[in-house]
Nanobody
């Protein structure tokens, strides 16, 4: 099993930056693919960015060029660097760790982009 704890969410002005962290415990972090997902009020959860165990990344079109996903296996932590934030980035952001057939989620961290 993997336990995931997100942190770093905050209220930020449009154009600002935040870095989210996802700390993992309980199992070997390096064998899991990691993803960041978000869910805005009244909307379905959507993929934001993913990173494979070998470091291959994938991004939603809406965040390409603005967000960067990374992982530090030694620290058992994944990150989401978010730049040039927009009001439409407002959502609860969730960390996900997956290794078929298992999948784990964190509790989420709130990101609010508003002036």
């Amino acid at each position: 099993q993997v336990q995931l704890v997100e942190s770093g969410g905050d209220l930020v002005q449009p154009g600002g930056s935040l870095r989210l962290s996802c700390a993992a415990s309980g199992s070997i972090f390096s064998v899991y693919a990691v993803g960041w997902y978000r869910q805005a009020t009244g909307k379905q959860r959507e993929m934001v960015a993913t990173i494979t165990i070998s470091g291959i990344t994938k991004y939603a079109d809406s965040v390409k060029g603005r967000f960067i996903i990374s992982r530090d296996n030694a620290r058992r932590t994944a990150y989401l660097q978010m730049n040039s934030l927009k009001p439409e980035d407002t959502a609860v952001y969730y960390c996900n760790a997956a290794r078929s057939p298992y999948e784990y989620w964190g509790q989420g961290t709130q990101v609010t982009v508003s002036s």
